[in-house]
């Protein structure tokens, strides 16, 4: 008797254990990542972004004036931290309080307004004047629904490496380098003369030729209409990369993969097309090389590539303190203080009269005024619409690029390939 | 009158010592009849939640339109999505490539897990070294092993090439591992073979050691060398485990995911090769639903694959039957 009974405790307590089990799951999907308003008015707010976005300091200082504020940063991987987002939206709970969104991804999620913040509804019309108009656009949904605030912008310019200019007899000086070329065409023909000289490769990658291109172009791969236009802009961008290939000056290393980096340790390319966060980039991958890159300005006049925005998803309990501490974030004081700590470039241009801003030399680039550089190319951007599909688009011509590059598609017919794939992304 | 008198009186049935309490006796119907459902419950609450759930969900979800970047599309689609599907060349090419690398890595993983389990059967120095060795790939996460393979196939310094070079191919050209449908297969398939062999080879082993030995002497009286009798005895003998295997490579090769990914030269746009010449189903319904935010016509893909993956396992099942020696 005594062992039945035992036997049957045992299976209740299974069973038990099971449905614990399953309500665990569930309750702590529900309760998402905050702390319950109800407990004393204590709120958590979770902060996600990639890298370094430089708000260690910041979340001290904020936590020390806001004694009911803690804040938790979670620094992940940049996809990783995207595509997070959207799975948690997409459930509907599990989502950051606060996220950063970057141009890349900026326009996906612009899509999906309704499940953010709308900053206009939180007072946030304010900020507006402040920010680079495009910026600002860039954020603001179809319906005129503002998701974001913008933190930096990446600018762009050209990066070399002034031991390799040296050694193939080209001038060093970032000044005297900037005028060797005042447009794409001059700047294949440098890394002709480079490549002849020394036997190495120029450029990193025929893509890295595109993109930058296509950034200077007033209209992309969409018109603001959604009509994909693949004879305008990236037709332009499309023949000057075939070039660069054909005038066998590129390394056909594809970015942020292992062989890349093994490229900047190699001295596989000179150049790069670098906006203001790729510095980071380069000081991890080649600490040795310090000194031995320089900033030029890039040919064909400004551009963007990159920067991000701090978002609110409306399914977070506690949005408003996450706006009120976004706004906080945004202010002068702190962007001049991320752009101390790791080189982010603001994107409110009053901060870039700023002497912070306007006097800060970056050593690792042979103390080269990357303030300034980076603002000015900000600053004198023409402004680019991108389209629903641009993501996808990019890949996709992108990946016909790299065919040329494999050997696996002649260049001359490659133009024909690009638009196809373009076009089926448009339509898919 | 007879029957009436073989009864119990009436006063026996209240004599408590006799049966058991009226609570002992439903705890004891209790635990017949219901613990062991409550037992084998917990399986089936998670294969409901985690398994059935989301295989049907997935069903009706590849009925609709449901798109990430356009909100506004939205609604029952019918069997468009499965429709597109059949003119899709990207999904025909996908399921190529999927077959391909399934071929190019179950076949010789099979075969080279019969023999090192032939092998391993013998009387060896170091048996369990030996046979925990062979597992030691699988104890590798595949995400490790997988950027150790992508390095190795590397166009520039990679180590696969320079084992060419050694035997005087492309010196001057170095092989792009990435380019070409036939050598990312090769590639593809060296990964999931390295990772698989060693685990097939110790479930045919542990079935190989319940062949008695006197089959194998009697066989060898009658003049049979080892080759035949692996082909006539061992592998009919352990057919069973070989179906099995079968099956669970057919599962786990047409779901190929993270080897091709890892492999792309870049992973995030998931599209396996710049001309998809790798792109698996897997990676191109991770790509359709997380990249082109098109998750209604994502879910039409992965229950096409479900499909496949039945259909293909049921013949391969089938046909391992026939080759074990049902004639």
Same mark, same amino acid.
């Given at each position: 008797?005594?062992?039945?009974?035992?036997?049957?405790?045992?299976?209740?307590?299974?069973?038990?254990?099971?449905?614990?089990?399953?309500?665990?799951?569930?309750?702590?999907?529900?309760?998402?990542?905050?702390?319950?308003?109800?407990?004393?008015?204590?709120?958590?707010?979770?902060?996600?972004?990639?890298?370094?976005?430089?708000?260690?300091?910041?979340?001290?200082?904020?936590?020390?004036?806001?004694?009911?504020?803690?804040?938790?940063?979670?620094?992940?991987?940049?996809?990783?931290?995207?595509?997070?987002?959207?799975?948690?939206?997409?459930?509907?709970?599990?989502?950051?309080?606060?996220?950063?969104? $970057?141009?890349?991804?900026?326009?996906?999620?612009?899509?999906?307004?309704?499940?953010?913040?709308?900053?206009?509804?939180?007072?946030?019309?304010?900020?507006?004047?402040?920010?680079?108009?495009?910026?600002?656009?860039?954020?603001?949904?179809?319906?005129?629904?503002?998701?974001?605030?913008?933190?930096?912008?990446?600018? *762009?310019?050209?990066?070399?490496?002034? $031991? *390799?200019?040296?050694?193939?007899?080209?001038?060093?000086?970032?000044?005297?380098?900037?005028?060797?070329?005042?447009?794409?065409?001059?700047?294949?023909?440098?890394?002709?003369?480079?490549?002849?000289?020394?036997?190495?490769?120029?450029?990193?990658?025929?893509?890295?030729?595109?993109?930058?291109?296509?950034?200077?172009?007033?209209?992309?791969?969409?018109?603001?209409?959604?009509?994909?236009?693949?004879?305008?802009?990236?037709?332009?961008?499309?023949?000057?990369?075939?070039?660069?290939?054909?005038?066998?000056?590129?390394?056909?290393?594809?970015?942020?993969?292992?062989?890349?980096?093994?490229?900047?340790?190699?001295?596989?390319?000179?150049?790069?097309?670098?906006?203001?966060?790729?510095?980071?980039?380069?000081?991890?991958?080649?600490?040795?090389?310090?000194?031995?890159?320089?900033?030029?300005?890039?040919?064909?006049?400004?551009?963007?590539?990159?920067?991000?925005?701090?978002?609110?998803?409306?399914?977070?309990?506690?949005?408003?303190?996450?706006?009120?501490?976004?706004?906080?974030?945004?202010?002068?004081?702190?962007?001049?203080?991320?752009?101390?700590?790791?080189?982010?470039?603001?994107?409110?241009?009053?901060?870039?009269?700023?002497?912070?801003?306007?006097?800060?030399?970056?050593?690792?680039?042979?103390?080269?005024?990357?303030?300034?550089?980076?603002?000015?190319?900000?600053?004198?951007?023409?402004?680019?619409?991108?389209?629903?599909?641009?993501?996808?688009?990019?890949?996709?011509?992108?990946?016909?690029?790299?065919?040329?590059?494999?050997?696996?598609?002649?260049?001359?017919?490659?133009?024909?390939?690009?638009?196809?794939?373009?076009?089926?992304?448009?339509?898919? | 009158?007879?029957?009436?008198?073989?009864?119990?009186?009436?006063?026996?049935?209240?004599?408590?010592?006799?049966?058991?309490?009226?609570?002992?006796?439903?705890?004891?119907?209790?635990?017949?009849?219901?613990?062991?459902?409550?037992?084998?419950?917990?399986?089936?609450?998670?294969?409901?939640?985690?398994?059935?759930?989301?295989?049907?969900?997935?069903?009706?979800?590849?009925?609709?339109?449901?798109?990430?970047?356009?909100?506004?599309?939205?609604?029952?689609?019918?069997?468009?999505?499965?429709?597109?599907?059949?003119?899709?060349?990207?999904?025909?090419?996908?399921?190529?490539?999927?077959?391909?690398?399934?071929? *190019?890595?179950?076949?010789?993983?099979?075969?080279?897990?019969?023999?090192?389990?032939?092998?391993?059967?013998?009387?060896?120095?170091?048996?369990?070294?030996?046979?925990?060795?062979?597992?030691?790939?699988?104890?590798?996460?595949?995400?490790?092993?997988?950027?150790?393979?992508?390095?190795?196939?590397?166009?520039?310094?990679?180590?696969?090439?320079?084992?060419?070079?050694?035997?005087?191919?492309?010196?001057?050209?170095?092989?792009?591992?990435?380019?070409?449908?036939?050598?990312?297969? =090769?590639?593809?398939?060296?990964?999931?073979?390295?990772?698989?062999?060693?685990?097939?080879?110790?479930?045919?082993?542990?079935?190989?050691?319940?062949?008695?030995? $006197?089959?194998?002497?009697?066989?060898?009286?009658?003049?049979?060398?080892?080759?035949?009798?692996?082909?006539?005895?061992?592998?009919?003998?352990?057919?069973?485990?070989?179906?099995?295997?079968?099956?669970?490579?057919?599962?786990?090769? *047409?779901?190929?995911?993270?080897?091709?990914?890892?492999?792309?030269?870049?992973?995030?746009?998931?599209?396996?090769?710049?001309?998809?010449?790798?792109?698996?189903?897997?990676?191109? =319904?991770?790509?359709?639903?997380?990249?082109?935010?098109?998750?209604?016509?994502?879910?039409?893909?992965?229950?096409?694959?479900?499909?496949? =993956?039945?259909?293909?396992?049921?013949?391969?099942?089938?046909?391992?039957?026939?080759?074990?020696?049902?004639?």
């Amino acid at each position: 008797m005594e062992r039945l009974g035992k036997r049957t405790l045992r299976a209740a307590a299974a069973g038990v254990a099971a449905t614990l089990v399953i309500a665990g799951c569930s309750g702590q999907a529900l309760e998402g990542g905050t702390e319950d308003k109800a407990s004393g008015d204590q709120v958590t707010l979770k902060v996600a972004f990639w890298g370094d976005m430089g708000l260690d300091k910041l979340k001290a200082a904020y936590e020390k004036d806001h004694p009911n504020v803690k804040i938790v940063l979670n620094s992940g991987e940049y996809n990783a931290q995207h595509e997070d987002l959207q799975k948690k939206l997409v459930a509907g709970s599990g989502a950051p309080d606060i996220s950063a969104v $970057d141009e890349g991804f900026i326009v996906q999620f612009r899509g999906q307004a309704d499940k953010f913040v709308n900053y206009l509804d939180k007072g946030g019309a304010e900020f507006e004047s402040k920010y680079l108009p495009w910026k600002w656009k860039q954020s603001l949904s179809s319906d005129g629904k503002q998701i974001g605030l913008g933190t930096d912008v990446g600018g *762009l310019a050209m990066c070399y490496r002034n $031991d *390799l200019f040296k050694k193939a007899g080209l001038p060093t000086d970032r000044e005297a380098v900037s005028k060797l070329w005042s447009n794409w065409d001059q700047f294949i023909e440098v890394g002709k003369q480079y490549t002849a000289k020394t036997g190495k490769k120029f450029v990193d990658s025929g893509t890295n030729m595109f993109n930058p291109v296509l950034a200077q172009q007033p209209v992309g791969f969409y018109d603001e209409q959604e009509q994909l236009k693949m004879d305008g802009g990236p037709k332009v961008a499309f023949d000057l990369s075939m070039k660069a290939i054909q005038a066998d000056i590129s390394a056909d290393l594809a970015s942020f993969q292992p062989n890349w980096d093994q490229g900047f340790k190699k001295d596989q390319f000179a150049v790069l097309a670098c906006p203001a966060w790729m510095l980071g980039h380069i000081q991890d991958t080649a600490p040795e090389q310090k000194g031995k890159w320089d900033i030029a300005s890039i040919p064909g006049g400004g551009g963007n590539w990159g920067g991000s925005w701090w978002t609110v998803p409306s399914q977070g309990k506690n949005v408003d303190a996450a706006v009120d501490f976004v706004k906080w974030l945004v202010q002068p004081e702190q962007q001049i203080e991320v752009f101390k700590t790791v080189g982010n470039l603001p994107s409110q241009p009053a901060l870039y009269k700023d002497p912070a801003v306007l006097d800060y030399k970056k050593e690792f680039m042979s103390n080269a005024p990357t303030g300034q550089i980076f603002a000015a190319t900000a600053e004198n951007l023409q402004p680019q619409y991108l389209g629903k599909k641009n993501g996808p688009t990019r890949v996709a011509v992108e990946n016909v690029i790299t065919r040329v590059q494999q050997g696996g598609l002649k260049p001359e017919a490659a133009w024909a390939e690009a638009v196809k794939e373009a076009e089926k992304v448009a339509k898919s | 009158m007879s029957l009436t008198q073989l009864r119990p009186a009436a006063h026996h049935r209240a004599e408590p010592p006799k049966t058991p309490s009226k609570a002992k006796q439903w705890l004891y119907r209790f635990d017949i009849k219901t613990v062991p459902y409550a037992l084998i419950a917990p399986f089936f609450i998670l294969f409901g939640v985690f398994g059935l759930f989301p295989i049907i969900f997935n069903g009706v979800v590849a009925l609709r339109n449901w798109r990430l970047d356009d909100p506004t599309l939205t609604g029952w689609a019918g069997f468009g999505n499965f429709t597109k599907l059949l003119s899709d060349e990207d999904f025909w090419n996908a399921l190529g490539n999927t077959f391909g690398i399934f071929i *190019l890595s179950t076949v010789p993983q099979l075969i080279a897990a019969l023999i090192i389990a032939n092998l391993l059967n013998r009387k060896l120095r170091a048996t369990t070294w030996w046979r925990i060795g062979v597992l030691l790939p699988y104890l590798t996460p595949v995400v490790a092993s997988t950027l150790v393979f992508a390095v190795f196939f590397s166009r520039d310094y990679g180590l696969a090439n320079w084992f060419l070079s050694l035997v005087g191919f492309g010196q001057d050209d170095p092989l792009d591992w990435r380019a070409a449908k036939w050598s990312s297969w =090769i590639a593809i398939a060296t990964m999931v073979n390295w990772k698989w062999i060693g685990y097939n080879a110790l479930l045919y082993l542990s079935a190989m050691q319940t062949i008695p030995k $006197d089959v194998y002497e009697a066989a060898a009286v009658d003049g049979a060398g080892p080759w035949r009798q692996l082909w006539r005895i061992t592998v009919p003998m352990i057919q069973p485990v070989v179906v099995f295997t079968v099956i669970l490579s057919t599962i786990g090769g *047409l779901q190929l995911f993270n080897e091709p990914m890892m492999f792309d030269e870049n992973p995030q746009s998931a599209s396996g090769g710049s001309d998809h010449q790798f792109q698996t189903i897997a990676q191109l =319904i991770y790509k359709v639903g997380w990249k082109d935010l098109n998750l209604g016509y994502a879910a039409a893909m992965s229950w096409a694959l479900f499909l496949i =993956i039945l259909i293909v396992a049921g013949v391969n099942a089938l046909l391992t039957k026939r080759i074990g020696g049902d004639r």
